[in-house]
Nanobody, 126 residues
Framework: QVQLVESGGGLVQAGGSLRLSCAAS????????MAWFRQAPGKEREFVAS????????RYEESVQGRFTISRDNTKNTVSLLMNNLKPESTAVYYC???????????????????WGQGTQVTVSS
């Protein structure tokens, strides 16, 4: 059982930045690709970014490309999401996720991930 705990959300003005972190309990953390998703009120959960096991390869949802950066530290069992130039439409609950069976490139469907954190709220004011 992999436990994931997100932190770092908050309220920020448009154009600002936030860094989200996700801590994993699994001692074999480096064996899993990791992903970030978000869910805005009334909308489906959507893919934001993912990173492979070593941290060398990443992929992003088109609307965040160039503004968000995903990274990981396998020595600390953490994955981060640095979000720059935030927009009001970025307001959502952000989740980190993984699954022992996914391979790179990671799927974009949240249904294919078994392990989720509790989420952290990001609110961007205009």
């Amino acid at each position: 059982q992999v436990q994931l705990v997100e932190s770092g959300g908050g309220l920020v003005q448009a154009g600002g930045s936030l860094r989200l972190s996700c801590a994993a309990s699994e001692r074999t953390f480096s064996s899993y690709a990791m992903a970030w998703f978000r869910q805005a009120p009334g909308k489906e959960r959507e893919f934001v970014a993912s990173i492979n096991r070593s941290g060398e390869t990443t992929r992003y949802e088109e609307s965040v490309q160039g503004r968000f950066t995903i990274s990981r530290d396998n020595t600390k069992n953490t994955v981060s999401l640095l979000m720059n130039n935030l927009k009001p439409e970025s307001t959502a609950v952000y989740y980190c996720a993984t699954d022992k069976n996914i391979v790179w490139p990671t799927p974009r469907s949240p249904r294919l991930y078994d392990y989720w954190g509790q989420g952290t709220q990001v609110t961007v004011s205009s």
